[in-house]
Structure formats: structure tokens, C-alpha cells
């Protein structure tokens, strides 16, 4: 059945496509999140991710598993171009001049949070990590892809995924002052790692 939707989706069957949609959209949506931390951002990420999808049909071999790895590998290209996008335009507006400031009052709301000192805390972690790092935690721990998934996501390979992680466990560690990385409510051990349940139930075809 998997097979006979690859098959479909690489030779451009609009009605297989939008039930990869239907399957995947919300693993899409999380994981861009994780990368981007912001909301909105990952909904934009989702439709880019999809259209890329679309564009690159044609490479996705006949045999094979699941294609959400597939999928979150475009979904995490995307996210780097458009970061690689914004550094552009954010150069483009420090060059030029300088209006007056005024008042942003999101501060202030911002400090009313009750959880703003604990997720200040977790954003300064996540910073700690290098953009790789990142990713490799958002695959394997958040979408809960094994180690092979992820290197098919990324296009590496698993050793290098290993070590990302490793690296990446150790510096949440040593920013947030634990002995482990922090694990979310319901997480499991498989294969002697981490996996932790996502935050919505997520499609797998």
C-alpha cells in the first residue's frame, strides 16, 4: 500500500498527495515549529514544505517506507533558506537609516507571563546549540524518528546524526544545569534513547 502510494505521488496523482497532506501536515507543523519557535512561522513553513514536496515528486524511489522523513528533510531545507533569507533582509534594513524608537510595549505584556523565567531558560538552552544540533534534537526526540530516519531526513549519515545528538544532549545538560535532557510528559526508551510523544498525533505514511 505504501508502495502504491509513492507510486501515485511521483506520478503527480493530486488525490495521493492530498492524503500525504491529510497524514503528515501536523508532524510538518511541529517540527517546524520546534526549529522556528514561532507559530506562524511554522504554518508558512508547512505550505513552502508542501510545494517543495510537490516540485520534487518525481525523485522519490517506487520501494520504500514511510515519507516522513522525506517530508521533514524538505521541511528542514526550507527552514534554512528562509532563515538564510531573513539574515538577507535583516542586513538590508540595518543599512538603513535609523527612525526614532518608539515604545514596544510587548515587554511589558511579556513580563506578566507567569512562565516567562522558565521559557526564557529553555530558549537560552536551545541557543546554546548549533543549528545542526537542533535539527537532529527536533527529529529524533520531538518527531520521534530513529536514527536512520533522521539521517534520511537530513541527508548524512546515522553516525553523524549520533554525534549531533550526542552534543547536543550535553550542552541542554550543561545550560540548563540537569544531568539529561529535558524529556516531554509520556516519554519512552527505545533502543536506548530518548523518544519523546509528540505534542499531536502525527500521520506516519
Same mark, same amino acid.
Not at 12 to 26: H, I, K, N, V
Not at 80 to 106: G, K, Q, S, T, Y
Not at 159 to 169: E, F
Given at each position: 500500500?505504501?508502495?502504491?502510494?509513492?507510486?501515485?505521488? *511521483?506520478?503527480?496523482?493530486?488525490?495521493?498527495?492530498?492524503?500525504?497532506?491529510?497524514?503528515? !501536515?501536523?508532524?510538518?507543523?511541529?517540527?517546524?515549529?520546534?526549529?522556528?519557535?514561532?507559530?506562524?512561522?511554522?504554518?508558512?513553513?508547512?505550505?513552502?514544505?508542501?510545494?517543495?514536496?510537490? #516540485?520534487?515528486?518525481?525523485?522519490?524511489?517506487?520501494?520504500?517506507?514511510?515519507?516522513?522523513?522525506?517530508?521533514?528533510?524538505?521541511?528542514?531545507?526550507?527552514? *534554512?533558506?528562509?532563515?538564510?533569507?531573513?539574515?538577507?533582509?535583516?542586513?538590508?534594513?540595518? *543599512?538603513?537609516?535609523?527612525?526614532? !524608537?518608539?515604545?514596544?510595549?510587548?515587554?511589558?505584556?511579556?513580563?506578566?507571563?507567569?512562565?516567562?523565567?522558565?521559557?526564557?531558560?529553555?530558549?537560552? !538552552?536551545?541557543?546554546?546549540?548549533?543549528?545542526?544540533? #537542533?535539527?537532529?534534537?527536533?527529529?529524533?526526540?520531538?518527531?520521534?524518528?530513529?536514527?536512520?530516519?533522521?539521517?534520511?531526513?537530513?541527508?548524512?549519515?546515522?553516525?553523524?546524526?549520533?554525534?549531533?545528538?550526542? #552534543?547536543?544532549?550535553?550542552?541542554?545538560?550543561?545550560? !540548563?544545569?540537569?544531568?539529561?535532557?529535558?524529556?516531554?510528559?509520556?516519554?519512552?526508551?527505545?533502543?536506548?534513547?530518548?523518544?519523546?510523544?509528540?505534542?499531536?498525533?502525527?500521520?506516519?505514511?
Amino acid at each position: 500500500m505504501e508502495t502504491t502510494l509513492r507510486t501515485r505521488i *511521483r506520478d503527480g496523482d493530486p488525490e495521493a498527495f492530498g492524503e500525504l497532506f491529510d497524514a503528515c !501536515a501536523r508532524s510538518v507543523y511541529n517540527h517546524a515549529y520546534r526549529l522556528t519557535g514561532d507559530w506562524s512561522t511554522a504554518e508558512d513553513m508547512v505550505s513552502l514544505t508542501f510545494l517543495e514536496a510537490w #516540485r520534487l515528486r518525481e525523485r522519490i524511489d517506487a520501494e520504500g517506507g514511510s515519507l516522513r522523513p522525506w517530508l521533514l528533510g524538505i521541511a528542514t531545507n526550507t527552514v *534554512r533558506n528562509a532563515r538564510r533569507a531573513a539574515r538577507r533582509h535583516a542586513a538590508v534594513i540595518n *543599512r538603513l537609516p535609523r527612525r526614532e !524608537a518608539v515604545r514596544d510595549f510587548a515587554d511589558d505584556v511579556a513580563s506578566r507571563i507567569d512562565d516567562a523565567e522558565l521559557l526564557a531558560s529553555v530558549t537560552t !538552552a536551545l541557543q546554546a546549540l548549533r543549528r545542526p544540533e #537542533r535539527e537532529v534534537l527536533a527529529l529524533c526526540v520531538w518527531s520521534g524518528l530513529d536514527y536512520a530516519a533522521a539521517a534520511e531526513a537530513l541527508g548524512v549519515p546515522v553516525g553523524t546524526v549520533r554525534s549531533r545528538l550526542s #552534543r547536543a544532549r550535553k550542552k541542554l545538560a550543561a545550560a !540548563a544545569g540537569k544531568t539529561r535532557e529535558p524529556a516531554r510528559r509520556g516519554a519512552q526508551v527505545r533502543d536506548g534513547r530518548t523518544c519523546a510523544a509528540r505534542p499531536i498525533e502525527e500521520g506516519n505514511r
